[in-house]
Every structure is written in C-alpha cells, then in structure tokens.
C-alpha cells in the first residue's frame, strides 16, 4: 500500500524517536508536518 499525504497538514506531538521518525516519515511523503513537544 502506498501511502499519498501530498497536501496534507498532520500534527506530530511528542518528538520522541518515534515522533521524529513519524515526523520524518509523513514529511517524506508529501505532508506539511508540525511537531509539537512538552519540552522546548
């Protein structure tokens, strides 16, 4: 299965490894990625 984000806006929170990998997984697959963390 082929995942097509392309123009989709998707909210990552928590940046965590797997939030970065989620992160970075989405963003390449065409999503506008926003990542939110408790720590700044």
């Not at 797997?18 to 990625?33: E, N, P």
């Amino acid at each position: 299965m082929i995942l097509e984000l392309a123009n989709q806006r998707v909210l990552v929170v928590g940046l965590g490894k797997s939030g970065v990998d989620c992160a970075i997984f989405l963003k390449d697959r065409g999503a506008q990625v926003t990542v939110s963390d408790a720590k700044p």
